[in-house]
Nanobody, 126 residues
Framework: QVQLVESGGGLVQAGGSLRLSCTAS????????LGWFRQSPGKGRDFVAG???????YYADSMKGRFTISRDNAKNTVSLQMNNLKPEDTAVYYC????????????????????WGQGTQVTVSS
């Protein structure tokens, strides 16, 4: 059974940092694209960042320069380092995994991902 489990969420003041981690189990995700999405109350689930199996990374425009996605294939984990957090970053953050996701367009599309975690809450106070 495939499972993705996020950790590292919490409450932080504006300008602070958090590091989210996602551990995958049930299969090897070496050839999978791993991504982070987020969802605020009353809004859709939006793309945050993605990393392809070959190491290519993609970010939503508002995250560029603040967020960094990385993966450790040996540990089946993907991380999201979030710096200079803003109140508008408050959301539930989800990690996801999918096969055959290689282009910038497909990486940002949540329909392309096969597996999802339960989410972790990030709250940024002003």
């Amino acid at each position: 059974q495939v499972q993705l489990v996020e950790s590292g969420g919490g409450l932080v003041q504006a300008g602070g940092s958090l590091r989210l981690s996602c551990t995958a189990s049930g299969r090897t995700f070496t050839r999978y694209t791993l991504g982070w999405f987020r969802q605020s109350p009353g809004k859709g689930r939006d793309f945050v960042a993605g990393i392809v199996w070959n190491g290519n990374t993609y970010y939503a425009d508002s995250m560029k320069g603040r967020f960094t996605i990385s993966r450790d294939n040996a540990k089946n984990t993907v991380s999201l380092q979030m710096n200079n957090l803003k109140p508008e970053d408050t959301a539930v953050y989800y990690c996801a995994a999918g096969q055959g996701i290689l282009t910038s367009l497909s990486v940002t599309s949540r329909e392309k991902y096969d597996y999802w975690g339960q989410g972790t809450q990030v709250t940024v106070s002003s």
